[in-house]
């Protein structure tokens, strides 16, 4: 039994551990590392630190998601399991010219994204491009740096681009009425919504939803993987993901789904609803709506986390696609309330395409904060993963990840 004299050490020493696991939490970290438009720290102790469950009382919303695990279960087959083919290269061919696709990595970021983003890419090129040598295509909404240019190009194998963003493409349009957009971000910082207050968040989403794949730059390609400072990227790639899925005819690929936070997108259902009312010809028989759709046909609020994706640039320039971009755009969404750019890509996913031409990478190793992307078990031994497969978020986060509920959708 503990000496008496030594129970105020021992309780210090308790205090002081408990604090520096909460501070070094991935989520915490993760938030003091994020700034609003004025360069201040947003707030870590929000209380809508996950997404919440819980819709507005007028709103209809489904029941959280639950997926029972148990030990040594089968687990269910994953789209990984039934793929035609896959590409793998020889490690020690890292010089020999390899077969590419028409392909580039984009990154939308700034300046002062420099040291997060070199980090970043310095984990994807050892684990992927360094055997590749793909193209990186840059863009901003102000003139890049030649400090930036510089730095960038020392830590990557594949050819550097930097493009500025057209002014039309980050601002507003002129059916937009400023004043009700600055009331809106008003009520919205009030109500404490993430990312509630920021205008240039707005702008970034609505530029990722519909204009970074009409950025110039982005003409001669047809395949997009898209990057952001700060990911990481933690088990070795060791085939060509571009190839992977131009030739098992795949659209579409991402690494973590999960429920949107509703207060940022309360009428984003109806208005696309109301979209697929007008152009039922637009819409193919065979689509995936069932992802996010609970069954009594009710928004599930299920998107593809779209920080990463892997993904055709033909998709993305689809007659149907910017139709359904055009409709959402001209209802004000992206600025009335806070319609995020992976909610609006996962419903035209959804929509438009189906099972078989959507992919879960499973075996790429992904961190965005707050969340894991990490293959389970022999998959993460044999792709030498320093993650830690019980952190992917379709474990640890089950209640409100989506993955498995795509895992689970019939095939067409």
């Avoid at 939308?108 to 890419?121: G, H, P, Y």
């Avoid at 039309?168 to 919205?188: C, G, K, V």
């Avoid at 990911?231 to 005819?249: G, S, T």
């Avoid at 969404?333 to 990478?361: I, Q, T």
Wanted: glycine share 4%; charged share 25%.
């Amino acid at each position: 039994m503990l000496n008496v004299k030594w129970r105020p050490v021992a309780i210090i020493a308790a205090i002081v551990l408990l604090v520096h696991f909460i501070v070094r939490s991935p989520y915490i970290e993760y938030r003091l590392s994020q700034t609003d438009d004025n360069g201040a720290a947003l707030q870590p102790d929000r209380e809508d630190a996950l997404p919440s469950n819980q819709a507005p009382a007028n709103m209809k919303h489904p029941l959280p998601v639950t997926v029972t695990v148990t030990q040594n279960a089968e687990a269910p087959q994953t789209v990984t399991s039934i793929v035609k083919e896959t590409v793998y290269i020889d490690n020690d061919l890292k010089d020999e010219v390899l077969e590419k696709a028409s392909a580039a990595f984009v990154v939308l970021t700034r300046n002062q994204d420099l040291k997060a983003l070199r980090e970043s890419l310095a984990q994807l090129e050892a684990q992927f491009n360094r055997r590749y040598h793909y193209p990186y295509v840059f863009l901003n909404n102000e003139p890049f740096s030649d400090e930036f240019k510089e730095k960038i190009q020392e830590v990557v194998s594949g050819e550097c681009q930097f493009g500025l963003i057209p002014e039309e493409h980050w601002s507003y349009p002129d059916f937009i009425n400023q004043t009700l957009a600055a009331e809106a971000r008003e009520d919205m910082a009030n109500r404490r919504v993430i990312y509630g207050g920021s205008e240039s968040y707005r702008h970034m989403c609505r530029y990722e939803s519909g204009f970074f794949f009409r950025h110039p730059l982005m003409d001669q390609y047809k395949w997009y993987w898209r990057v952001e400072p700060g990911v990481k990227f933690a088990c070795e790639i060791d085939y060509d993901p571009f190839l992977f899925m131009e030739r098992n005819n795949k659209k579409y690929g991402f690494t973590v789904s999960i429920k949107e936070y509703i207060e940022t997108i309360p009428t984003l259902w109806n208005t696309t609803m109301q979209f697929m009312d007008k152009h039922r010809d637009l819409i193919p028989a065979t689509n995936m709506m069932e992802f996010v759709t609970n069954k009594d046909g009710d928004y599930n609020r299920c998107h593809f986390w779209s920080n990463f994706e892997i993904a055709s640039l033909d998709f993305m320039r689809s007659d149907q696609y910017l139709a359904y971009f055009d409709y959402l755009d001209r209802a004000g969404g992206f600025f009335y309330e806070r319609w995020g750019d992976a909610p609006v890509h996962s419903l035209g996913v959804s929509m438009f395409l189906n099972k078989n031409e959507v992919h879960w990478f499973e075996d790429i190793g992904y961190y965005h904060g707050p969340l894991w992307n990490c293959p389970k078990n022999e998959m993460n031994r044999n792709k030498k993963c320093w993650c830690l497969g019980d952190q992917s978020t379709e474990v640890k986060y089950k209640a409100w990840s989506c993955t498995l509920d795509f895992v689970e959708l019939t095939n067409p």
